[in-house]
């Protein structure tokens, strides 16, 4: 496992000893999907847009072990919920993407559900997907999938590693050779298509492409990215600025899945109204109405006649592509006060400009900004639930990790009284992309 700390050797040796009691296979034929979950201090809520995002992965995340079933059968059980999932990978399946009937988030982490077994919903959507671009698939996998404790609801792009997760082992199964560009654009079928969830590339595209102890940036327009290393130091220690942060997570005990929450969907359409309008304006009404096939000289000359709301819209947009531009440089150069400052502007901007947050979470994000050693601060995922990241001094990361927890106690006693107190505030290092073992 090298520098990697995640997954550990006995956490692999569960999953597989978990699948051959399913099976009645031996532990040696089980193979692990490892699918880790991914941050994003830049470029939050622009993926939609086609803007250009930052992500790394961390040491957290799905882990899925599995043996080809022999047959066209897809057995599966959860660390998480109760029941189990069987369909056959020869059912045609169909869209479920109703917001207000879908009531489901995997193993992984989001809301747990009120009907039975729904929890399997993601892996059909997986094999949706792969059905939709006509592949055709001859073994099923029997599985056992679980998600590192206590992170569920986290605002970690939980749902996009249960995606993946599902995507890889079904294509591992049936021998197929899928590159990460084309399985960016599966697990987004799932979500969009299969689910009606109206994001972007961002988190499937983190968790497939990042690379240990270096930052992912992607145009979510043309699909082009670029992995980036922070400058090496004098001294030639490669592994200095690795070694000099820590990513802290704290989390609000707010649990929400997107699909159930209409507020996410609705700022995504308050974007292309936006866009829209200023295509409009610009005489090109004819283009897809998304904010990068917006000119920025064209939103300085407009921006003032457009509606409140889609105002503030488009203002985080164009401002935050500003500050990821801004944050590569900083990165590169290995300055993390700088990168820092911008997350927490980044930050502010979700809070004001693209309006999301609840109280309990901005409370927090305002505690990270206070607390010893944090360089920046912000809420993770769409900001409606899970948690808060900031990225923090290594030597001060569990002096902060105390802070935190005390005063979000003393804010919100109720919500913090629900968390886990050891998991209430994780200190975690960078990842490595999703893979198979």
Same mark, same amino acid.
């Given at each position: ?14 999953? *597989? ?7 009645? *296979? ?9 699918? !880790? ?68 988030? +995997? ?200 509606? !409140? ?6 203002? +985080? ?42 109280? !309990? ?77």
């Amino acid at each position: 496992m090298g520098e990697f700390s995640w997954p550990t050797e006995d956490q692999l040796k569960e999953m *597989r000893n978990k699948v051959s009691e399913m099976s009645g *296979r031996e532990a040696e034929e089980v193979r692990v999907v490892v699918s !880790p979950y991914r941050i994003c201090p830049l470029g939050a809520h622009i993926d939609h847009q086609g803007g250009t995002v930052s992500a790394m992965t961390i040491n957290k995340g799905i882990l899925l072990g599995f043996v080809p079933s022999g047959d066209t059968e897809v057995v599966l059980r959860s660390g998480q919920f109760d029941g189990e999932v069987r369909f056959s990978i020869d059912e045609i399946q169909q869209p479920r993407n109703s917001v207000k009937k879908h009531h489901v988030v +995997h193993a992984s982490g989001s809301a747990k559900i009120k009907e039975e077994c729904k929890w399997g919903n993601y892996a059909r959507g997986a094999l949706y997907a792969l059905q939709s671009r006509g592949n055709n698939l001859t073994q099923g996998i029997i599985g056992y999938i679980c998600g590192s404790d206590n992170l569920d609801s986290s605002g970690l792009s939980s749902s996009a590693a249960v995606g993946i997760a599902y995507l890889l082992a079904l294509e591992s199964a049936n021998g197929m050779n899928v590159s990460p560009l084309d399985n960016i654009e599966y697990d987004r079928f799932i979500e969009n298509g299969y689910l009606g969830l109206r994001n972007g590339i961002l988190d499937q595209s983190a968790i497939l492409l990042s690379r240990y102890g270096c930052l992912m940036r992607m145009d979510c327009k043309s699909k082009e990215y670029e992995i980036i290393q922070p400058r090496e130091p004098q001294n030639s220690d490669k592994t200095k600025i690795q070694k000099s942060y820590k990513v802290l997570l704290a989390f609000s005990g707010l649990r929400c899945a997107l699909t159930n929450n209409p507020g996410y969907n609705c700022r995504v359409a308050e974007c292309q109204e936006a866009a829209k309008f200023l295509l409009c304006a610009s005489g090109k009404a004819e283009m897809d109405p998304r904010l990068c096939n917006v000119e920025e000289e064209v939103y300085e000359a407009h921006k003032n006649e457009l509606e !409140p709301t889609l105002a503030k819209r488009a203002e +985080h947009y164009f401002t935050e592509n500003r500050r990821v531009a801004k944050g590569l440089e900083a990165w590169k150069s290995g300055n993390l006060q700088d990168f820092g400052k911008l997350i927490s502007a980044s930050g502010l901007s979700s809070i004001y400009n693209y309006e999301c947050g609840s109280e !309990p979470l901005i409370q927090l994000n305002e505690i990270l900004q206070r607390a010893p050693g944090v360089f920046g601060a912000r809420f993770s995922g769409a900001g409606f639930r899970g948690c808060c990241l900031a990225l923090v001094d290594a030597d001060r990361a569990e002096e902060a990790a105390s802070y935190v927890r005390s005063e979000y106690f003393e804010l919100q006693p109720e919500l913090a009284s629900q968390l886990n107190a050891d998991s209430a505030v994780l200190i975690c290092e960078p990842g490595d992309s999703a893979r198979v073992i």
